[in-house]
């Protein structure tokens, strides 16, 4: 299976804290650096789960843009996309902050990703797809969604399954959920992924399975046969919960509905968006 997905390559700096921060005061933390972007995480699993991958994007001419490249190749993932010369835009960057309890946090400066341009887009990188995964921060990004629309446009030509990540509810209300809806539909999705706060914010998407996550509470499948709840499976351990829903898109992109939930658990128990370098995925309870 050959997985595209088109979005954002960014750094990924996630502070682990010991506690909360305390204004004008130092807390110890972890700190680790990593490659990321929703595109790109959705990609890395998607790699893991035993697809092959690529994510289209553009980084900056940088050494940021150096480490994105390299780590994604490390995750088996092609990095399809043009530099950004000149040192007009920088790679883009995103900080993760992961409290005690997992819950998370997020700052995000895309940089050069924000550039990706409809005439970027290349028909042949689509050649033998199975499946192309949209994420919302280029669907809903300054382009009007035109490079996404773009590639799904050749993907469906190619026979491909699309899907789209709604990706932040403030993403809807950056645009409007009038526009945001055309700019979906425009790219005639197969798939729709949000969460609940997403959903709110764009309403039901006729004509398309729709996906709506939950977190802890699992996910409701709306589709031709009607509305469906799953539960989510629980994790032994929750370290960090950036990446979830990537994970979950991945699983369900490679497998279905059951491996969406088994990566979504996976990715709860490690710090990080992507999946764990060096070591098997564990799927399944030991």
């Known amino acids: 299976m050959f997985v595209c997905t088109i979005g954002d390559a ?5 502070v682990e804290l010991s506690r909360l921060p ?4 130092d807390v110890p933390g972890r700190i680790s650096l990593s490659n990321g972007g929703q595109a790109s995480n959705v990609a890395a699993w998607c790699s893991a789960l035993g697809a092959r991958a690529a994510v289209v994007s553009k980084v900056g001419d940088d050494l940021a843009g150096d480490l994105v490249a390299g780590l994604l190749d490390r995750h088996g993932v092609e990095l399809l996309g043009s530099r950004e010369t000149g040192g007009r835009e920088p790679t883009g960057t995103v900080v993760s902050l992961v409290t005690p309890g997992g819950e998370r946090s997020m700052v995000s400066d895309r940089g050069a990703a924000a550039g990706l341009c409809a005439d970027d887009i290349r ?3 689509f050649r033998g797809c ?6 919302g ?3 809903f990004g300054p382009d009007a969604g035109a490079a996404a629309t773009v590639a ?9 399954t699309v899907s789209v990540d709604v990706s932040a509810a403030t993403l809807v209300e950056s645009v409007g959920a009038s526009e ?7 790219c005639s999705p197969d798939v729709v992924f949000a969460n609940d706060a997403e959903r709110g914010a764009i309403g ?3 004509g398309t399975t729709m996906v709506v996550k939950l977190g802890s509470s699992g996910f409701v499948l709306h589709d031709a046969d009607g509305q469906r709840t799953w539960a989510a499976l629980e994790a032994e351990t929750v370290r960090d919960a950036t990446g979830a829903g990537d994970a979950f898109a991945a699983g369900w992109i490679v497998g279905g509905p059951e491996l969406a939930r088994l990566s979504a658990r996976a990715c709860l128990g490690h710090v990080g968006a992507m999946p764990p370098l060096g070591e098997p995925l564990r799927l399944v309870e030991r």
């Open 10 to 14: 960014v750094v990924d700096v996630v």
């Open 22 to 25: 305390v204004v004008d005061d």
């Open 123 to 125: 028909a042949e990188w």
């Open 130 to 135: 199975d499946w192309l995964h949209v994420s």
């Open 137 to 139: 921060y280029s669907l």
């Open 152 to 160: 799904a446009g050749y993907a469906h030509g190619m026979g491909a």
């Open 180 to 186: 945001a809806n055309r700019r979906i539909g425009a």
């Open 204 to 206: 039901h998407i006729e």
